[in-house]
Structures are given as structure tokens and as C-alpha cells.
């Protein structure tokens, strides 16, 4: 019975032996210095401010390039109505108040004062009072013009040609593809 006990007893200190290292390895690595902790907090601060400053910026430009399509959307109703009342209609530009208006109906648009909105048409078009028209005619045909909408290094451009009265939007921003 003496042998067995040495045996367990051998068994016993070797395990305990073996433990006694792990458990010390274990204690020094359950936790974070403060200086870890602070580097973490650091990095994620970091990443959310940069995430937050993309996201307003993408808002902005996002802004310009919805107000922009909507002008073309209203600049291609006028032309469609132009064609099927087979008479003249007209979409005013209001530079002093950002907004604009389709003939023959009530509701005026803005647009945001933080966007800048210029106009070149014909000069039979202008009123002189900080408002100018593109005028769709009953064959399709305008009177041509360009509406640019630009808010810092971000600029749209709507071309509208005289002859076919087509409308196409560009970005003209500064290095834009397009």
C-alpha cells in the first residue's frame, strides 16, 4: 500500500507542480494597464469622428445632388407638357429666394439657401428682378440655357439645349469624372 501512496504522492506533486506556473502565467494576464485601455479608447474615438465628419459631408453633397435632380425633374415635366398641351410652358428661376416654379401650376420649390443657384438664358428671358425662364415651346424645341447649383467644391450643372430641348445634368465639381 506504501508504493501506491508514493505513486499518488509523486502524481499528485508533479500536477502540482505543473499547476503552480500556469496559475502565476494566468494572474499576470487577466487584466489591461491603463495605458492599453487609454490607446483602445483613443482609436475608437478616432474612428467615430472620422465616420461622423464622412457622414455630413456625404449629407451635403448628397443635398446638392438631390436639389439639382429635382430641377431637372422640373425642367423635363415642362418640356413633356410643352409637347402635349402643344403650347409654351415655362419654368422660372428665382435667384434671390432659391426657388423655382413650372407654369400653370401653384407650388413653388426651394432650394436650400446654403446652395448657390445661377442661370444663363436667353436675355428676352431674364425680368431683371433676380429672375429668369427657360421656356419649353409645343415642339420640344427651348430657349436653351445652363443652371449651375454649386456649394463649396461641389458643383451640378443642367445644360438645356436650344433645339431639341433636351436636359442633361453633369457633375462639374473639381475633379469629377464625367
Known amino acids: 500500500m506504501m508504493h ?8 499528485s506533486k508533479r500536477a502540482a507542480g505543473l499547476r503552480l506556473p500556469a496559475h502565476w ?14 490607446v483602445v479608447l483613443f482609436v475608437i474615438i478616432l474612428g467615430f469622428s472620422i465616420v461622423a465628419f464622412n457622414l455630413s459631408s456625404g449629407r451635403e453633397s448628397t443635398q446638392l445632388r438631390a436639389a439639382a435632380r429635382d430641377i431637372v425633374s422640373a425642367l423635363r415635366y415642362a418640356r413633356g ?8 410652358t415655362t ?9 423655382y416654379q413650372v407654369s400653370g401650376r401653384d407650388k413653388v420649390f426651394t ?8 442661370l444663363v438664358t436667353a436675355q428676352d428671358e ?8 427657360i421656356r419649353f415651346f409645343a415642339d420640344g424645341s427651348s430657349t436653351g440655357g445652363r443652371v449651375t447649383l454649386e456649394r463649396g467644391g461641389s ?20 475633379g469629377a469624372h464625367g
Open 4 to 11: 501506491k501512496t508514493e505513486g499518488s504522492g509523486l502524481s
Open 155 to 174: 458643383k451640378w450643372r443642367i445644360d438645356i439645349n436650344w433645339l431639341t430641348g433636351q436636359v442633361e445634368l453633369e457633375d462639374a465639381s473639381e
Open 91 to 99: 419654368v422660372t428661376l428665382d435667384l434671390g429666394d432659391n426657388s
Open 111 to 118: 432650394i436650400p439657401e446654403s446652395i448657390d443657384l445661377s
Open 25 to 38: 502565467a494566468l494572474s499576470r494576464t487577466q487584466g489591461f494597464t491603463l495605458l492599453e485601455l487609454m
Open 126 to 133: 431674364l425680368t431683371g428682378e433676380g429672375q429668369g425662364n
Open 81 to 88: 407638357q410643352a409637347l402635349l398641351a402643344h403650347q409654351q
